[in-house]
């Protein structure tokens, strides 16, 4: 089991950027999928963008080409850059992580995810 805690969220106008970080504990943090995942008000919380243990990413089309995520397995962080954001993605966000038998897919679905961190939000005005 990790314990996450994510950070970098706030106040931002239509078309700029955050970088929302993830800080992990524990010692295996290497063998996890690390995932974002957000839930606005009155919704269900979504997947946005997954890095597994064995190096693939995803990411939801809603964000693609907009969004990156990234990780440091020496840090034990997981970081997400958001870039053109737009007030649909105001929402909270957060970190997710998993332990996976999968080497060669990425499981996107909350059901997969097994730790969660407390949420950071993210308000993009117009």
């Known amino acids: 089991q990790v314990q996450l805690v994510e950070s970098g969220g706030g106040l931002v106008q239509a078309g700029g950027s955050l970088r929302l970080s993830c800080a992990a504990s524990?010692?295996?943090?290497?063998?996890?999928?690390m995932g974002w995942f957000r839930q606005a008000p009155g919704k269900e919380r979504e997947f946005i963008a997954a890095?597994?243990?064995?190096?693939?990413?995803t990411y939801a089309d809603s964000v693609k080409g907009r969004f990156t995520i990234s990780r440091d397995n020496a840090k034990k962080m997981v970081y997400l850059q958001m870039n053109s954001l737009k007030p649909e993605d105001t929402a909270i966000y957060y970190c997710?992580?998993?332990?996976?038998?999968?080497?060669?897919?990425?499981?996107?679905?909350?059901?997969?995810?097994?730790?969660w961190g407390q949420g950071t939000q993210v308000t993009v005005s117009s």
């Open positions: 524990g010692r295996t943090f290497g063998s996890y999928d």
């Open positions: 997710a992580a998993a332990r996976s038998p999968y080497t060669t897919v990425v499981i996107t679905t909350t059901s997969h995810f097994g730790s």
């Open positions: 890095f597994s243990w064995k190096g693939i990413s």
